[in-house]
């Protein structure tokens, strides 16, 4: 056959023909002779074969290399192995596409013939990259959203009660980390302002300073009115307007403290002059009580009082009627 030819050629050729008898070369090592003795194994079976035997041949030592992007590295490593290919990771980069621990590249690419125990190198994906989270705290909600979404977060705005930021402005966010991986969602805590409260229900005996001081601890406006009571002692809280344990009260709003001064004062009247019976009947419409009268037997004219007429006292006082 031409094989053989080129063979009984070769041979020729390496023992040539000189005068004083075939001089043949040096003897290769015998690594050298196998290697060649395998490739004129393969050609002489390739040229046996022909045409379509010889692709059939080519076929049997190559591999394809499977379709792994996108795939897990556990996955891929079970489809190289089918395939007859070693896999080796040659790098990791981050990707908003393909999750963490996927595959990202291949190299050969996808569909390439390549001969069997090949190695074939991937760039597996370490997920979406990192980015900085802007300071939102302070700004108006709407601008903190669109700051937020500009560096490609996903924000959620919802609204929570806070006693020093104003509504409407940010109070921070959560989780309150200083990065996020791309795309990552976090919400946007918008203030409303202070939570509503509950006014207290103030028991006997509480003064107005410590009711003053309770409410503006809850940040509430407390005004003092006072007011007659024969029950409270003056100076001790009656009522609040609103009453005590009102709650959802705004922050700020007014409350109205009922303070007592006391039972209401009566002037004791002047009924010097008048007759006696006269007299006892005005100081007894004024709420006194006529005690006593001092005086000569028989007088018929009153004279004074004690208390002295003008005097302020509380309503059911004692008085002592003088007449001459």
């Known amino acids: ?47 046996a074969l022909g045409g379509a035997g010889a692709a059939v041949y080519l076929v049997a030592l190559t591999r394809t290399v499977p379709h792994l992007v996108g795939a897990s590295l556990v996955a891929a490593r079970s489809e190289a192995r089918k395939a007859g290919l070693h896999l080796v990771v040659a790098g990791r980069r981050h990707s908003i596409r ?111 300073s410590s009711a003053q001081s309770a409410l503006e601890g809850l940040r509430l406006k407390p005004v003092e009115a006072l007011a007659y009571s024969t029950k409270v002692p003056a100076g001790d809280v009656i009522a609040t307007s609103p009453a005590g ?29 008048a007759p006696i019976a006269q007299a006892v009947a005005a100081l007894r419409k004024a709420g006194l009580v006529v005690t006593e009268q001092i005086g000569p037997p028989f007088a018929t004219k009153a004279t004074t009082t004690q208390p002295a007429p003008g005097a302020e006292v509380r309503p059911g006082t004692n008085v002592t009627l003088y007449v001459a």
């Open 1 to 47: 056959s031409t094989g053989l030819g080129l063979a009984r050629v070769s041979a020729d050729e390496a023992g040539g023909t000189g005068g004083e008898g075939p001089v043949g070369p040096r003897p290769a090592p015998r690594r050298h002779r196998h290697r060649g003795r395998r490739a004129l194994a393969v050609a002489a079976t390739l040229v």
């Open 98 to 208: 393909v999750p963490a621990g996927d595959v990202l590249e291949v190299s050969p690419g996808p569909g390439s013939r390549v001969r069997r125990g090949a190695t074939v190198h991937l760039v597996v994906s370490s997920g979406a990259p990192f980015v900085a989270v802007p300071k939102v705290s302070g700004a108006p909600g709407a601008d903190a959203v669109s700051t937020l979404r500009k560096v490609h977060l996903v924000p959620k705005v919802t609204k929570v009660y806070d006693l020093t930021v104003p509504p409407g402005r940010v109070v921070g966010t959560s989780p309150g980390a200083t990065s996020l991986r791309y795309g990552s969602g976090l919400v946007v805590e918008v203030s409303k302002g202070p939570a509503p409260v509950t006014i207290p229900a103030f028991g006997s005996g509480t003064s107005w």
């Open 245 to 273: 344990g009102t709650a959802g009260v705004h922050v700020a709003s007014t409350v109205t403290v009922s303070v007592s001064r006391g039972p209401r004062l009566v002037a004791v009247p002047s009924v010097a002059g």
